[in-house]
C-alpha cells in the first residue's frame, strides 16, 4: 500500500462525528476532511466526486457541498446526492449550494459574456472539474433532496446562488398508495399494458386501486388481486357530437362522482390518470386537496384538438400545467405533446411499454399464416394488409391471412376481402381470448398500421417475446420499436407494394426470418419486460411526489 492509500485509509478509520468539506478547492478547512478531486490543491483525501465516496455509511455529521452540484449531469446528480445521504448519519446535515439560474439570468440581462460564465462555469482552473453540466431550481433541488431521504431544513438565495441546509431522516416505511381513474370504452392494448403495469406496481409494494367503467378491463385488474372500484357516469367529449353533447348534461354528475373519489383517496400519495375526460375533472380536483397527479399520454393529441371547434384542445390547455409528470410511450408521441399539447419538457419522461408475457409454446408454425392482431378501425392498416396480402397470395397458394380482433372496420375489410376473392384465404378471428396463441402460429406477424394518433403498438413486442419476425410501416412509433434488417423489416411508409415485398421476403428467407425474430426475443428481454418498465414507471412515481411536496414546503416556507 502506497504513502497516500495509507493516508486514505487512516483519514477514512477517524471520520466518526466529523465534517466533510466535499470538493474543497482552496477553501480548505482545519478539523474538516478536506476531498477534492484536484491534487495541487492538497486536500486530505484526493477522490472524483463522480465515484462512490471512500467513507463508510454515516461517517459524517455535517457535509459541505459548496459549488459541487452543478458540475455534474443531472443523471450524476442523483448519484452524487445519494453518496452524501449513504455518508451522513442519521439526523446530520447537508449544506448545498448551486447557482440560482433564474437570478443569473436577471442579474447579468446586460452583459451576456459574464452571464454565460456563471452559467456555463469556466475551465481555466481546473480543467473538465469546472464546466456546469446543470442548472436548479428551488424546488428542483428539494425535491431531488427529498428522493434521497434529505429532509430541508432552510433554503435562501445568497448573492447569485441557492444556499439550503438538508436534514438526513430515516426513510418511511409506508406503503404508498395509487389511485388509478380510467374511463375507457372498450379493451385494447393500453388496457392490457395498464392491467400488467398495475400489477407490477402492487407487487413492488404499492397499494393500488382502480376506479373504471369497463368490466372486462375491471376483471384482468381483478385477476391481478387489484382492488376496482365502479364508475358509473359514463362521458365522452372526444367521440361524436352525440357523446359531446349526452356528455354536457351529465359532467355535472361525473364532477360529483369524481369529487366523492378524491375525498375517499385523500390520504392516496398519487392519482394517476390516462383518459382524456379523468384529466379535465380529476387533476382539478386533486389541486383543492393538494394531492399529486401524474398522467400517461399514449399517443399524439392532434386529432382530438381539432374535434368540435377544438374545445377539446381549449379543455386540455386549461389543466395540461396541473400534473407534475406526464409519461409517454414514445418520442413520436413526445414530439406530438411538445410542439402541440405544449407540455412543459421539465414534466415529459417517455418510458417504452412493456408486457408480462407468459409462457408459450412457441415451436413449429401450425401452417403458413401471416396474423395481423388490432381493433378494427380506420388507421390501422388490415384494408393495406388485405391489399398487399392480394400482391402474393397467388404465388403462395398455402398462405393464409389471420386478422384478430373486432370493431366497426370489419364490414369494409370483409368488402374487401370479397372484392379480391380471397373469402377462402383470409380469416376474421374476431375477439380471441389469448392473441399471443394466435401469434405462436404465425409464420410472419404484420403491423400495418398508420394511425396518427397511435402511440406504440403493443402487439409488436408481444411477436418479439416470442420471436416472431414483424413487418411494419416505417413510421413513428413502429420505427422506434423495430429496427429494420435487425429486429424486424420496416416496408415504405403506406406503400402496399413494398409492404409486399417485405412479408414475401420473410416467407421465402427462412434464415433471415429466424435471426429476425431471435434478435426481436433478445430486445424484448432487455428492453420490454414488465418489471423492468414498471421500475421506471415507479422512480417517475416518486419524483412527481416529491416535486409536490417541494413546492408545498417551499409554500411553507
Known amino acids: 500500500m502506497g504513502k497516500r492509500d495509507k493516508n486514505i485509509s487512516k483519514t477514512m478509520a477517524n471520520t466518526s462525528g466529523k465534517k466533510l468539506n466535499l470538493g474543497c478547492g482552496k477553501d480548505y ?72 439560474v433564474t437570478d443569473i439570468v436577471n442579474r447579468f440581462a446586460d452583459d451576456e459574456e ?103 378491463f375491471a376483471h384482468l385488474l381483478e385477476q391481478k388481486q387489484i382492488v376496482v372500484k365502479k364508475i358509473t357516469t359514463i362521458v365522452d367529449v372526444i367521440g361524436d357530437w352525440k357523446g359531446l353533447i349526452k356528455g354536457v348534461f351529465l359532467w355535472p354528475k361525473l364532477l360529483a362522482e369524481y369529487w366523492k373519489v378524491v375525498r375517499k383517496h385523500h390520504n392516496a400519495d398519487l392519482f394517476l ?32 384538438f381539432a374535434k368540435f371547434f377544438r374545445l377539446p384542445k381549449v379543455l386540455y390547455f386549461l389543466v395540461k400545467s396541473l400534473p407534475e409528470k406526464v409519461v409517454t410511450s414514445s418520442y413520436h408521441s413526445r414530439r406530438s405533446l411538445t410542439s402541440s399539447a405544449r407540455i412543459s419538457l421539465a414534466k415529459l419522461r417517455i418510458v417504452p411499454c412493456g408486457r408480462n408475457v407468459e409462457s408459450q409454446n412457441v415451436g ?4 403458413s399464416t ?39 372496420f370489419l364490414p369494409i ?28 402460429s404465425a409464420e410472419v406477424v404484420v403491423f400495418p398500421s398508420v394511425w396518427p394518433l ?51 421476403k420473410l416467407l421465402h428467407d427462412k434464415k433471415l426470418a429466424e435471426s429476425l425474430g431471435k434478435t426481436a426475443q433478445q430486445s424484448y428481454l432487455s428492453k420490454y419486460q414488465i418489471e423492468s418498465v414498471a421500475d421506471h414507471y415507479e422512480q417517475i412515481f416518486h419524483e412527481a411526489i416529491a416535486d409536490h411536496k417541494a413546492k408545498s414546503v417551499l409554500t411553507q416556507n
Not at 388485405?386 to 397470395?393: C, K, N, P, R, V
Not at 417475446?465 to 413513428?476: H, N
Request: negative net charge.
Open 114 to 216: 459574464t452571464r454565460n460564465e456563471f452559467l456555463y462555469g469556466t475551465t481555466f482552473e481546473t480543467g473538465v472539474f469546472g464546466a456546469h453540466k446543470v442548472g436548479f431550481t428551488a424546488v428542483c433541488l428539494v425535491s431531488m433532496m427529498s428522493l434521497a431521504n434529505l429532509e430541508l431544513v432552510s433554503l435562501k438565495e445568497e448573492e447569485t446562488n441557492f444556499v439550503g441546509i438538508f436534514k438526513k431522516v430515516l426513510p418511511s416505511k409506508k406503503t404508498k398508495q395509487l389511485v388509478y381513474v380510467n374511463q375507457t370504452l372498450g379493451m385494447g392494448g393500453a388496457e392490457v399494458f395498464m392491467a400488467d403495469l398495475l400489477g407490477a406496481l402492487q407487487k413492488n409494494n404499492w397499494s393500488v386501486v382502480v376506479y373504471t367503467n369497463n368490466q372486462s
Open 370 to 408: 401471416i396474423v395481423c392482431v388490432s381493433r378494427l378501425e380506420p388507421g390501422k392498416g388490415q384494408d393495406l394488409l388485405i391489399d398487399a396480402f392480394s400482391l402474393i397470395a397467388k404465388k403462395n397458394p398455402q398462405l393464409k391471412l389471420k386478422i384478430v380482433g373486432e370493431g366497426d
Open 454 to 504: 397511435e402511440g406504440f403498438g403493443l402487439v409488436m413486442i408481444e411477436a418479439m417475446s416470442l420471436g416472431k419476425p414483424i413487418v411494419a410501416f416505417d413510421r413513428g412509433p413502429g420505427n422506434e420499436i423495430i429496427e429494420d434488417e435487425k429486429t424486424g423489416l420496416l416496408a415504405k411508409d403506406g406503400d402496399i407494394v413494398d409492404l409486399a415485398k417485405k412479408i414475401e
Open 273 to 304: 390518470m390516462s383518459g382524456f375526460i379523468e384529466k379535465i375533472l380529476v387533476s382539478p380536483l386533486l389541486v383543492l386537496v393538494k394531492k399529486p397527479a401524474c398522467w400517461i399520454e399514449f399517443g399524439p393529441m392532434e386529432t382530438i
Open 364 to 367: 413449429a408454425t401450425k401452417s
Open 413 to 440: 375489410l370483409q368488402e374487401k376481402v370479397n372484392q379480391n376473392n380471397l373469402q377462402e384465404r383470409v380469416v376474421f378471428a374476431g375477439r380471441v381470448k389469448n392473441a399471443l396463441q394466435e401469434m405462436v
Open 29 to 100: 478547512r482545519q478539523g474538516w476532511v478536506n476531498l477534492d478531486a484536484v491534487a495541487s490543491v492538497k486536500p486530505d483525501v484526493v477522490h472524483d466526486i463522480s465515484k462512490p465516496l471512500p467513507f463508510k455509511d454515516q461517517s459524517f455529521d455535517f457535509i459541505l457541498a459548496q459549488d459541487i452540484l452543478e458540475h455534474f449531469t443531472k443523471e450524476d446528480v442523483v448519484l452524487v446526492i445519494g453518496e452524501i445521504a449513504r455518508t451522513l448519519r442519521v439526523g446530520g446535515q447537508v449544506e448545498i449550494r448551486v447557482p440560482n
